[in-house]
């Protein structure tokens, strides 16, 4: 297989694995100028045919995660359920007395 076959795999497997909506936890960046903060949760928008996934993020920043040199990581089960019970909070109508 040659390179621009393993690469091309590579950018499927991403997308495969990242599709758009899936909710991530960026551990740490690589050598970006003006990182995220670490531990930053986001969520994947696209990934790009290299393979890099392109996320919003929760602090309302929005920048390309590149696999290999960024660390991340998807949100467990519980991670998500968690968010899904305070948002649920959060949007709850306000009853009053």
Same mark, same amino acid.
């Given at each position: 297989?040659?390179?621009?076959?393993?690469?091309?795999?590579?950018?499927?497997?991403?997308?495969?694995?990242?599709?758009?909506? $899936?909710?991530?936890?960026?551990?740490?960046?690589?050598?970006? *100028?003006?990182? @995220?903060?670490?531990? $930053?949760?986001? $969520? @994947?928008?696209?990934?790009? %045919?290299?393979?890099?996934?392109?996320?919003?993020?929760?602090?309302?920043?929005?920048?390309?995660?590149?696999?290999?040199?960024?660390?991340?990581?998807?949100? $467990? %089960?519980?991670?998500?359920?968690?968010?899904?019970?305070?948002?649920?909070?959060?949007?709850? *109508?306000?009853?009053?007395?």
């Amino acid at each position: 297989m040659n390179r621009f076959e393993a690469e091309k795999r590579f950018a499927e497997r991403m997308k495969s694995c990242y599709p758009p909506g $899936t909710r991530i936890m960026l551990l740490s960046m690589g050598d970006d *100028p003006s990182p @995220v903060e670490d531990n $930053t949760r986001g $969520t @994947v928008r696209v990934v790009d %045919d290299i393979g890099t996934l392109h996320c919003d993020f929760d602090n309302g920043r929005s920048l390309g995660i590149v696999p290999g040199e960024d660390l991340f990581r998807k949100l $467990t %089960d519980e991670e998500l359920a968690e968010e899904n019970e305070n948002m649920d909070e959060e949007n709850a *109508p306000v009853l009053g007395m």
